[in-house]
């Protein structure tokens, strides 16, 4: 079993639609969650950083994380076609405190269209 | 991504050369991080430096790779008699200091290296 599992997609949608992505992960220890949207040909860009369980909010973002199901999630509303991307979700090692190696998932592929 | 600067952007290299990559943190940021991109592959971690240490390196090939970050200069990436394998995308992320509150990574955009 990987450490950290997301489906690749893609996922298409129409503009204004709400878009759920999400992650599940295996080990328990795993403290730190993270969200990165990636444009093609770019770098990784962070979206949202989140310690332990509970709801983040910034804008149309909201993450969410469920540590007693091991289950991560992004909410993204009144989605637009610039958000077209790649979504990761990521975790830092868990004996990394708040700094460390993160663990990617592979990412999904996220089109939205006018 | 403005902050982490990383160049070349694009580096192309023929099997047997060397491959220099480079990377400035954010302004602040004493903590550097490299990744590898492969082609529909995730990003996986490589190493982990602070100037003139390396904290974690549980993810460099046990050959041909290194890192430094000295202290003076950017952290570089350097990859020995390159092979087509090494073909991918690295990015680099740097991070503020320990006791600085929370300390997300932030990422530069990539060189991306092609080996002919």
């Known amino acids: 079993q990987k450490e950290v599992e997301q489906d690749p997609g893609p996922l298409s949608v129409p503009e204004g639609a709400i878009v759920s992505l999400n992650c599940t992960y295996s080990?328990?220890?795993?403290?730190?969650f993270m969200w990165y949207r990636q444009y093609s040909r770019k770098g990784p860009e962070l979206l949202m950083y989140t310690y332990s369980s509970g709801n983040k909010e910034d804008g149309r973002f909201t993450a969410q994380v469920d540590k007693s199901s091991k289950y991560i999630s992004l909410f993204i509303r009144d989605s637009q076609p610039s958000d077209s991307a790649t979504y990761l979700c990521?975790?830092?090692?868990?004996?990394?405190?708040?700094?460390?190696?993160?663990?990617f998932g592979k990412g999904t592929k996220l089109s939205v269209k006018p | 991504n403005a902050g982490v600067m990383q160049n070349p952007r694009h580096l192309v290299r023929r099997r047997g050369q060397e491959a220099r990559l480079r990377c400035s943190p954010m302004k602040g940021h004493s903590h550097v991080y490299w990744y590898r991109q492969l082609p529909e592959e995730g990003l996986k971690f490589m190493v982990y430096?602070?100037?003139?240490?390396?904290?974690?390196e549980s993810g460099m090939p046990k050959e041909r790779f290194s890192a430094e970050f000295p202290k003076e200069g950017p952290s570089i990436l350097r990859i020995q008699q390159v092979v087509r394998g090494d073909s991918a995308a690295y990015f680099c992320a740097s991070s503020p200091p320990s006791g600085q509150g929370d300390q997300p990574q932030h990422f530069g955009d990539g060189t991306r290296l092609s080996i002919l």
């Open positions: 430096l602070q100037k003139e240490n390396i904290i974690d």
């Open positions: 080990n328990s220890a795993f403290q730190y």
């Open positions: 990521a975790m830092i090692t868990p004996h990394g405190g708040s700094q460390g190696n993160l663990i």
